[in-house]
């Protein structure tokens, strides 16, 4: 899927979505842990998610400081990252693993944009960056990992 987030017109219309897009990362990340049969994979991937309710922590924070809405669960999009990975199961760990490299691009690419949006804060910019990083890093592994199974 591709995501829409990061081109919003001001900051609390991207804080709102990016605190949904990591709400539905969280779900998927839930759901990857559950299915996958390694529990070498299983850890890794729960340390990832540690990073996304890290992300959600200071979304909230700036939500907070800028006045925006800050969703306490995930949209429709939360029923396509979770069902890739139900799909996948089918097919075993690098298929799961496959299937959440995609959901990473999707969270690359919003925190790439939002690290350059125009109504974005000083500390929003620097959290987005930081953020980006981290969703490289998780994807990178996800590539792979799969890779390599």
């Known amino acids: 899927m591709v995501t829409t987030v990061g ?3 001001d900051i609390k219309g991207l804080v ?9 990362a969280i779900a998927a990340y ?3 842990i ?6 070498a994979l299983s850890q890794q991937v729960a340390s990832f998610r540690q990073d996304h309710l890290q992300h959600l922590d200071v979304l909230n924070e700036i939500a907070a ?3 925006a809405e800050a969703p306490l669960e995930g949209d429709m999009k ?4 979770t069902g890739k990975i139900a799909l996948a199961d089918l097919m075993g760990d690098g298929a799961i693993l496959k299937a959440m490299k995609t959901n990473e691009d ?14 974005a804060i000083e500390k929003s910019r620097a959290f987005f960056a930081k953020a980006l990083a981290d969703e490289r ?3 990178a592994w996800m590539e792979e990992t799969a890779a390599a199974l």
């Open 137 to 139: 890093r998780h994807r």
């Open 7 to 9: 081109k919003e017109g």
């Open 16 to 24: 709102r979505d990016l605190i949904l897009l990591e709400r539905d």
């Open 65 to 67: 400081e800028t006045g």
């Open 30 to 32: 839930d759901s990857t």
């Open 34 to 39: 559950e299915k996958l049969s390694d529990p």
């Open 78 to 81: 939360e029923w396509l990252t």
């Open 106 to 119: 999707d969270t690359v690419t919003a925190y790439e944009r939002a690290s350059t949006h125009g109504d």
